[in-house]
């Protein structure tokens, strides 16, 4: 399904966590609770006013994005009531000279003014015209102004850390002093070919200042894009099942004699039969020749080769290699690693173990739905400036997922170990990231409910535990296009106001 929200990268204490990289100008400042934020550093003589000085943020992998629409980036200065930004409603051009209405603030010599791609200054500023630097760009209608000594400035950066910026007619790689304003971004982060550039994005956000007194305050970047997602799918099988196979550390220890002298020895060969054929084994730990080396301190391990590719996408046992020929009815001891099978529970009447060691989630209950503010992806608003308007999405439905999970092996040892493992994994693990919104949830790991360490008549061992996946977003509303306020009209008499 297609939803349309917005991401954003937003400059907090946590973000010390993350791998940004900072020029050395510029500091995050996270110390003011309420408003943290990027900005210059300051010395004895003020702030840097050094040109190219950034931030590099961290990377964000959506792997469910179809296209970026939108985007922005916050900020503020330090100026006080210097710092203004208006509209102005340009008219009846003629040159450089233009009519104007303005909104919200009144123009001055010197603010900057911006209208599609391009920005230039007021010069002379009349009751009822102005003139701009440079008004060849510039055509009737609305066009944003502001007054401050500082800017921010954009990059766009890919998983490979190449730099990006718009020319004027197509996205192209970026030299140190390439940069675009946020407007610039914002019109043509439709066009970024997300073939070519990829779903991973960064940012460089480039402050300046003019002025030693005063520093720009960057409090987040924002995206708007459109995602094709299912988003219990995504946490479940897309997320969460990728995370356990890649992450869970579980191992199972054979003893084998081998029939003559061989570097290599076949899982598979008839005349060894493994207690359990469903093992996916997938790399060797250790290997001790226990006739030879009975203290096992020389590890003869070289590699392991998966066997058959199952049709669930595991492998049948596979080859191992050993560093040396080893003499033949020497007795071998190998720790190999597997992961196991893995599998919801959808029938509460009756269920068949289809292949052990597995992992089978019993119960996936949903908790504690709430619809607030997630910082990242939730309630937000990207505004054109320009023109006045805004696309405004609401706060997301939120919930937590409960998971009870069962154990099955058909020994002691491997229930022993798989059953830790998995206990372990998941007091070990902050987060489950979400592989389609690359978005951290928490996790907690709950309890071990019971550990029957006695196989019952079917040779089936057990263990059951549960954990916590916190705070998923789901159920978005569609945005709404919203109109920023473009005049505001105090009635004293009535203590009321209105827009216009």
């Known amino acids: 399904m297609i939803h349309k929200l917005i991401k954003s990268w937003i400059f907090n204490e946590a973000e010390r966590r993350n791998t940004m990289l900072m020029t050395a100008g510029v500091r995050l400042n996270a110390e003011e609770i309420k408003y943290p934020r990027l900005q210059l550093k300051e010395s004895g003589s003020g702030f840097d006013t050094s040109s190219d000085l950034y931030v590099r943020t961290k990377l964000q992998k959506p792997n469910a994005l179809k296209k970026w629409l939108q985007f922005q980036v916050e900020w503020r200065t330090n100026e006080g009531s210097f710092y203004s930004e208006y509209s102005l409603l340009l008219s009846n051009k003629s040159g450089n000279t233009f009519d104007y209405e303005q909104f919200g603030g009144m123009a001055k010599v010197g603010d900057k003014i911006y209208q599609g791609d391009y920005e230039t200054t007021i010069t002379v500023v009349n009751d009822t015209t102005i003139e701009l630097a440079d008004g060849t760009n510039f055509i009737n209608g609305r066009v944003y102004a502001l007054r401050s000594s500082c800017m921010v400035n954009i990059r766009l950066v890919d998983e490979s850390n190449n730099m990006y910026f718009h020319n004027g007619a197509d996205w192209v790689m970026a030299t140190v002093s390439d940069w675009n304003t946020p407007f610039q971004v914002n019109n043509h982060i439709q066009d970024l070919d997300l073939l070519t550039f990829g779903k991973g994005i960064k940012f460089d956000i480039n402050l300046k200042s003019n002025d030693s007194k005063y520093t720009p305050y960057v409090t987040s970047v924002d995206l708007l894009g459109e995602f094709d997602l299912d988003f219990i799918q995504d946490i479940i099988y897309d997320s969460l099942f990728y995370l356990i196979k890649e992450e869970i550390n579980v191992t199972n220890r054979l003893t084998f004699a081998l029939p003559t002298l061989t570097d290599t020895f076949d899982l598979n060969d008839p005349s060894y039969e493994l207690s359990n054929d469903g093992y996916n084994f997938t790399a060797i730990v250790s290997a001790y020749n226990l006739t030879t080396d009975g203290e096992r301190l020389n590890n003869i391990a070289s590699s392991y080769t998966p066997g058959a590719q199952r049709p669930s996408g595991s492998y049948a046992p596979g080859i191992i290699t050993f560093s040396s020929a080893q003499p033949a009815d020497s007795i071998i001891e190998v720790e190999l690693k597997y992961y196991p099978e893995l599998a919801i529970f959808t029938n509460q009447d009756y269920y068949e173990v289809a292949r052990m060691p597995s992992i089978v989630f019993e119960s996936i209950q949903q908790q504690n739905v709430v619809a607030w503010k997630n910082s990242n992806i939730g309630k937000n608003v990207i505004r054109d400036k320009i023109n006045l308007t805004a696309t405004q999405v609401k ?65 089936v061992n057990t263990h059951v535990g549960s954990f916590r996946i916190h705070n998923i977003a789901a159920f978005f509303r569609e945005p709404i296009d919203v109109r920023l306020v473009g005049r505001l009209v105090n009635q004293l008499t009535t203590n009321q106001s209105r827009e216009t």
Do not use: C, I
């Open 395 to 459: 706060s997301p439905e939120q919930f937590d997922l409960v998971f009870e999970y069962a154990v099955f092996t058909s020994n002691q040892s491997d229930q022993l170990r798989m059953g830790e493992a998995l206990y372990s994994l998941f007091n070990r693990l902050r987060v489950v990231n979400s592989w389609g919104l690359d978005e951290p949830y928490p996790v907690t790991s709950m309890e071990v409910f019971n550990s029957q360490n006695v196989a019952n008549t079917s040779n």
